[in-house]
């Protein structure tokens, strides 16, 4: 269980979390999304001990994070810019520190992993294209076998095939070994399959937190004549409207009982599901 209580973290004036109360379950796999700016990075760092919180606190089973060897060698964090030295080192050095830091690290799946990504071990990090270290980084997180394994943009640089790698791993290991995980990403619609339960930050607030599966529920398109939509979505939360000559579409936020699709049914309008990433767009994109 990781726990956060009026968690704040402050860089000078400007606060990058605001009194962040947050209480994730163990074993699953979120989703945490936000724009840039929004506090992930912070949150994340803070949550492997990376970072001290300027209020409040962070717990994982009750036991608070910072500076807390036997909390953080059951953490990873993976992020976006490797965090894996000066580049100095070669990939088999950093393997063999990996297996030495973290008492749960599995070599044999490491190297099964370095030959999946085609990734040369005795070549330094700092030689290796931005695909191949993020690849690099994947492997170190899911070797890491960590309770608690966080991803922040770890993908950047690497094509589709291997995000793809990424992706099936991921599923396969957590599949055979269950374990908390935390993806932070862009590519809402590419890694939102895997996400349980997705966590949206707008800027530096929890804006809304819900099962993947409920959160696309509760996103419908309404397409028709414009006068019979405006009619049709009065009273409800609009996120976004399109409009092409006299047909509007009109994307709502909130369930549809079945009178209200029964209406639509009689007026002859198309409700239609909303992209989890066109969710996203609208609930950070700045409207009341």
Same mark, same amino acid.
């Not at 095939?161 to 590419?190: C, G, K």
């Given at each position: 269980?990781i726990s956060?209580?009026?968690?704040?973290?402050r860089?000078?004036d400007?606060?990058?979390?605001?009194?962040?109360?947050l209480?994730?379950?163990?074993?699953r796999?979120?989703?945490?999304?936000?724009?840039?700016g929004?506090g992930?990075?912070?949150?994340?760092s803070t949550?492997?001990?990376?970072?001290?919180?300027?209020?409040?606190?962070?717990?994982?089973d009750?036991?608070?994070?910072?500076e807390?060897?036997r909390?953080?060698?059951?953490?990873?964090?993976?992020?976006?810019?490797?965090?894996?030295g000066?580049g100095?080192?070669?990939?088999?050095?950093?393997?063999?520190?990996?297996?030495?830091?973290?008492?749960?690290?599995?070599?044999g799946?490491a190297?099964?992993?370095?030959?999946?990504?085609?990734?040369?071990?005795?070549r330094?990090?700092? %030689? &290796?294209s @931005?695909?191949?270290?993020?690849?690099? *980084?994947? $492997?170190?997180?899911?070797?890491?076998?960590?309770?608690l /394994?966080?991803?922040?943009?770890?993908h950047?640089?690497?094509d589709?095939?291997?995000r793809q790698v990424?992706?099936?791993?991921?599923?396969a290991?957590?599949?055979s070994r269950?374990r908390?995980?935390i993806l932070?990403?862009?590519?809402?619609?590419?890694?939102g399959?895997?996400?349980?339960?997705?966590?949206?930050?707008?800027?530096?607030?929890?804006?809304?937190r819900?099962?993947?599966?409920?959160?696309r529920?509760?996103?419908?398109?309404?397409?028709?004549p414009?006068?019979?939509?405006?009619?049709?979505?009065?009273?409800l939360?609009?996120?976004?409207?399109?409009r092409l000559?006299?047909?509007?579409?009109v994307?709502?936020?909130?369930?549809?009982?079945?009178?209200?699709r %029964? &209406?639509a @049914?009689?007026l002859?309008?198309?409700? *239609?599901? $909303?992209?989890l990433?066109?969710?996203?767009?609208?609930? /950070?994109?700045g409207?009341a």
């Amino acid at each position: 269980m990781i726990s956060t209580s009026a968690l704040q973290v402050r860089y000078g004036d400007v606060a990058a979390l605001h009194s962040l109360d947050l209480d994730l379950p163990a074993g699953r796999i979120y989703g945490l999304l936000g724009r840039n700016g929004a506090g992930k990075t912070t949150l994340l760092s803070t949550l492997a001990g990376l970072r001290r919180p300027s209020a409040g606190s962070v717990t994982v089973d009750g036991a608070p994070v910072f500076e807390n060897a036997r909390v953080t060698t059951r953490i990873c964090l993976i992020r976006d810019d490797g965090g894996l030295g000066d580049g100095t080192d070669t990939l088999h050095d950093i393997l063999t520190m990996a297996a030495i830091l973290r008492p749960g690290f599995d070599t044999g799946y490491a190297a099964s992993l370095m030959d999946r990504f085609a990734l040369p071990r005795r070549r330094t990090l700092r %030689a &290796l294209s @931005r695909g191949q270290r993020s690849a690099f *980084g994947i $492997v170190v997180g899911l070797a890491s076998r960590a309770d608690l /394994t966080m991803f922040d943009e770890a993908h950047l640089g690497m094509d589709a095939a291997n995000r793809q790698v990424f992706h099936d791993e991921l599923l396969a290991d957590y599949a055979s070994r269950p374990r908390t995980v935390i993806l932070s990403t862009h590519l809402i619609e590419e890694q939102g399959p895997l996400f349980e339960q997705v966590l949206i930050l707008h800027e530096g607030r929890l804006l809304l937190r819900a099962d993947t599966d409920e959160l696309r529920s509760q996103g419908v398109a309404v397409t028709g004549p414009a006068g019979l939509v405006d009619d049709f979505v009065s009273g409800l939360t609009v996120l976004g409207e399109r409009r092409l000559g006299p047909t509007k579409q009109v994307t709502v936020f909130g369930a549809l009982d079945e009178r209200r699709r %029964a &209406l639509a @049914r009689s007026l002859q309008l198309q409700l *239609g599901p $909303v992209a989890l990433q066109e969710l996203f767009i609208h609930l /950070t994109g700045g409207a009341a």
